[in-house]
Each structure stands twice: as structure tokens, then as C-alpha cells.
């Protein structure tokens, strides 16, 4: 198993409420993530947007695609039910 990685981690823009820009990067890649609020009803819609320059051979790259697919899967899954539940 692989220990954990040490994962930068940079504001690059933040104008509350309504959007983040981050910048995250590893030893595999640097990711560019953008997070936008807005009214949606009675609540708000989070639209998450992500660009990856990836540092791994290009073989590697499908299953890291997938791996990540699932974590952002998992933290918006993880997220909307900490949102939802009651206080």
C-alpha cells in the first residue's frame, strides 16, 4: 500500500457566496477546481468543474480517472447528506 500523499492546496479565487477557484496538486497531477453556488428553488445548486494535468503515464490515466470520479462521487454524496439532515 502507498502511504498517503502530501496534496498543495491554493485559493485561487473566492467570492463568497457564489464561487471558489482552487488549485491542488500532488505528485500525479494538478487539478483546477471550481466550485459555483447558486438559487435553485427553495435551496441551491452546487456545480463542481475540474481540469486535471495529469504527471502519470498515459496508461495509467483511465483508472485514475475513475478513482477520481469516485471520490468527488463519494464527497458530494457525503456533503448533500451533512446539508440535508437535521440539526
Not at 2 to 29: C, G, H, I, W, Y
Not at 33 to 45: H, K, M, Q, S
Not at 74 to 84: C, F, H
Request: proline residues 8%.
Amino acid at each position: 500500500l502507498e502511504k498517503p500523499k502530501e496534496l498543495a492546496v491554493t485559493v485561487q479565487e473566492f467570492n463568497p457566496p457564489r464561487r471558489m477557484r482552487v488549485r491542488e496538486e500532488d505528485d500525479d497531477s494538478v487539478f483546477y477546481v471550481t466550485y459555483d453556488l447558486e438559487p435553485a428553488g427553495a435551496g441551491t445548486r452546487l456545480t463542481q468543474r475540474d481540469q486535471i494535468e495529469w504527471r502519470i503515464p498515459r496508461f495509467k490515466r483511465p483508472i485514475a480517472r475513475w478513482m477520481v470520479g469516485r471520490d468527488i462521487e463519494n464527497q458530494l454524496s457525503t456533503l448533500k447528506r451533512v446539508l440535508e439532515s437535521p440539526e
